[in-house]
């Protein structure tokens, strides 16, 4: 604030009264004899506060201004008595907030030698808070595989029931809730699941989760604590289960695949006795397992005493064919499924569940329990409520509307600008594989032209340890987050950064 002429010079009431001394010379930014400033113009704001946080407020300015290094490690302080008249309060608070920075180590004091600031605290660099989610700055589309449109959030529904959930939500149900998640959600989420993707569900054996994500973290935990320390995971497949299960303890190895699902020779050669599958809709391949290769897997798990966690990402969204059901409704007690509402509702939600073997829950539940301690209650309630009142179907079937909607627009895209290019994995899901011919290659070379024009594209290669002999681009693109008119133009950015036909010769 700014000061009157007497404040500044110093000649006043107070004039030749108290200062805040210490050792750094004049000019160093820091209060000093000479030249120095009142002890009460750090404080004046605090003194001004109202009277009932007054003594709070005043804590709060002396406690900042010795982090900030205002007040440097040395500074001596004046008596509470002089600051007190000086800021025109009463000694006792100025007493209290002596007292109580000294308890937590900002002051020192010593008996009849004043109170002087410590050197416990050191000044932290201020900065703004970084926002580090993911994100592709400078892109102009991002044909990112997986993401849903998030604009088709059901604010509306979403917002009706929060209010009747806050409304008739009794006060326990705010306290710690069950860690394998509410009653009331894991009823509506078993109901729902059972009916929708053909599992086992019982509600005791499902545990609501912080997604996909912590599923598998909580699976990986447990898998260690029983001696096994590797976990397959298909090739390709999703980098993100390496990363999930390393931060576990456990590795990870590639187990080779082809169009039916996991090869059984590898997988049995391997000596693993838990894989990480997606056996409806293989991401990336797009590929459904047939029901040899889902006997087979099931086989494998009974014949080794093992495990399969089965990823469930994008069950529910089919356009061209009939749902398959999810594999743990043959063998529920080998198989660990999961799913979540990340490609739904949202992935800001956090929220997912897992449908535990019988012999896994106990661990699982001791171990989300001392992970979280359970997730928000309040946010279990609106899940529940909203899958019990329909509002969860009738989201999907709007987003499948949207999505084949996408999908088909991709297709004509890639058919106008990239011809004979193939396409496979468009029956179901959020994404396909197009296969390029060797023209518009290599495969590197293409994806940095696009680049270039401000398109996002990634290669298969990416997603595996495979990479392609025969010199074609083939391309993992997502589309449920990019309007039709997005896609269009994406697509149509990518081909003219090759030249003319699609086509262009570094």
Request: hydrophobic share 40%; aromatic share 6%.
């Amino acid at each position: 604030m700014a000061l009157d002429e007497t404040a500044a010079t110093g000649r006043g009431p107070h004039a030749g009264g108290d200062r805040f001394e210490c050792g750094p010379p004049a000019g160093s930014g820091h209060l000093v004899p000479t030249g120095g400033q009142p002890a009460w113009e750090l404080l004046l704001p605090a003194a001004a506060a109202p009277a009932r946080r007054r003594g709070r407020a005043l804590q709060e300015a002396l406690r900042e201004a010795v982090r900030t290094g205002r007040l440097m490690a040395g500074t001596r302080l004046p008596s509470s008595r002089e600051l007190a008249a000086d800021l025109g309060v009463s000694r006792g608070l100025v007493t209290e907030a002596y007292e109580q920075l000294t308890a937590e180590g900002y002051l020192r004091s010593g008996r009849g030698s004043g109170t002087w600031v410590g050197d416990a605290a050191r000044a932290a660099a201020s900065q703004p808070a970084r926002d580090l989610a993911p994100r592709t700055p400078g892109v102009r589309v991002d044909f990112h595989p997986g993401t849903p449109d998030l604009a088709l959030f059901p604010r509306a529904a979403w917002a009706a029931v929060q209010r009747s959930v806050l409304a008739g939500l009794p006060h326990r149900a705010l306290g710690y809730p069950d860690p394998r998640g509410l009653p009331e959600l894991r009823t509506a989420l078993a109901g729902m699941l059972a009916r929708r993707r053909g599992v086992v569900a019982d509600p005791e054996r499902l545990v609501v989760c912080s997604g996909v994500a912590q599923a598998s973290t909580l699976m990986g935990f447990v898998l260690r604590a029983r001696g096994i320390a590797t976990v397959g995971i298909e090739d390709p497949g999703s980098p993100e289960h390496s990363r999930l299960f390393a931060s576990t303890g456990v590795e990870t190895t590639w187990l080779p695949m082809d169009e039916e699902g996991l090869l059984p020779g590898p997988l049995a050669a391997s000596g693993v006795r838990a894989v990480v599958t997606t056996p409806s809709h293989q991401f990336p391949s797009g590929i459904a397992y047939s029901a040899t290769r889902r006997a087979a897997l099931l086989e494998w798990a009974r014949a080794v005493d093992g495990y399969i966690l089965e990823d469930d990402y994008d069950g529910d969204f089919r356009y061209d064919r009939a749902p398959v059901g999810a594999l743990q409704g043959l063998d529920p007690e080998r198989v660990a499924y999961t799913g979540s509402v990340s490609k739904s509702l949202a992935p800001g939600l956090r929220l997912g569940w897992m449908l535990v073997p019988e012999d896994l829950v106990a661990e699982v539940v001791e171990r989300k329990r001392t992970m979280d301690l359970g997730n928000p209650a309040l946010d279990q309630a609106l899940l529940a409520e909203f899958v019990t009142r329909g509002g969860y179907d009738r989201q999907l079937r709007r987003c499948q509307r949207a999505y084949r909607e996408r999908r088909d627009a991709l297709v004509a895209a890639l058919e106008e600008h990239f011809p004979g290019t193939g396409v496979s994995g468009i029956a179901a899901g959020l994404h396909i594989i197009a296969r390029l011919p060797r023209r518009y290659g290599p495969p590197a070379r293409f994806v940095e032209r696009a680049a270039s024009a401000g398109v996002a594209l990634r290669p298969l290669e990416e997603y595996g340890t495979a990479r392609p002999t025969d010199g074609a681009v083939r391309l993992v693109i997502g589309y449920a987050h990019l309007t039709p008119s997005e896609i269009a133009r994406g697509i149509q950015l990518a081909a003219e950064a090759c030249g003319a036909g699609g086509v262009r010769r570094a």
